[in-house]
T-cell receptor
Framework: DQQVKQNSPSLSVQEGRISILNCDYTNSMFDYFLWYKKYPAEGPTFLISISSIKDKNEDGRFTVFLNKSAKHLSLHIVPSQPGDSAVYFCAARGAGSYQLTFGKGTKLSVIP | DGGITQSPKYLFRKEGQNVTLSCEQNLNHDAMYWYRQDPGQGLRLIYYSQIVNDFQKGDIAEGYSVSREKKESFPLTVTSAQKNPTAFYLC???????????FGQGTRLTVV
């Protein structure tokens, strides 16, 4: 049973517009959430994280929102750039755990 | 430059042979991890190690073995008991369990 779900396998966005990637989780013990970006045949690169004590975290063009009651988080990229085209993975970790549980990823294509 | 080095990038083995994937880090991180990625899938945890001489099974440990004799090194052996070993293998490390994990570039293993 998937504990971290990314229900959109792919997303296309025009350059300069906002990209919104969504992630849902089922395990209420998760208290730390991360987003990674991955290019083909490379390792994932850490983008941004959020602790469950917050509902928003920003880093430049990237903002992550957390809605604990809905068990939902989203990554906003503004403005989107062609170099943002990659697969984005949502990951979650439980309190006291070393294990990261990943979603299946969303492939973002930013069209020039 | 600090980072995580996985070698080789591509590896071919005959069915029934054991194979060892190398992972070295010079980030002075305590924790290290091995993940597996299959097409269209998220990353699944094979093994992780919080400190030297200690390691724990992840979600899909069957058919794999690891060792952690040095802080810098966490090799993964794919044994002949692993039913479907062809995959992209990713090594990662983190300062502890409460921080983001940094990934190597991956090893693509193909068993023929």
């Amino acid at each position: 049973d998937q504990q971290v779900k990314q229900n959109s396998p792919s997303l296309s966005v025009q350059e300069g517009r906002i990209s919104i990637l969504n992630c849902d989780y089922t395990n209420s013990m998760f208290d730390y959430f991360l987003w990674y970006k991955k290019y083909p045949a490379e390792g994932p690169t850490f983008l941004i994280s959020i602790s469950s004590i917050k509902d928003k975290n920003e880093d430049g063009r990237f903002t992550v929102f957390l809605n604990k009651s809905a068990k939902h988080l989203s990554l906003h990229i503004v403005p989107s750039q062609p170099g943002d085209s990659a697969v984005y993975f949502c990951a979650a970790r439980g309190a006291g755990s070393y294990q990261l549980t990943f979603g299946k990823g969303t492939k973002l294509s930013v069209i020039p | 430059d600090g980072g995580i080095t996985q070698s080789p990038k591509y590896l071919f083995r005959k069915e029934g042979q054991n194979v060892t994937l190398s992972c070295e880090q010079n980030l002075n991180h305590d924790a290290m991890y091995w993940y597996r990625q299959d097409p269209g899938q998220g990353l699944r945890l094979i093994y992780y190690s919080q400190i030297v001489n200690d390691f724990q099974k992840g979600d899909i440990a069957e058919g794999y073995s690891v060792s952690r004799e040095k802080k810098e090194s966490f090799p993964l052996t794919v044994t002949s008991a692993q039913k479907n070993p062809t995959a992209f293998y990713l090594c990662a490390s983190s300062v502890g369990g409460r921080t983001e994990a940094f990934f190597g570039q991956g090893t693509r293993l193909t068993v023929v």
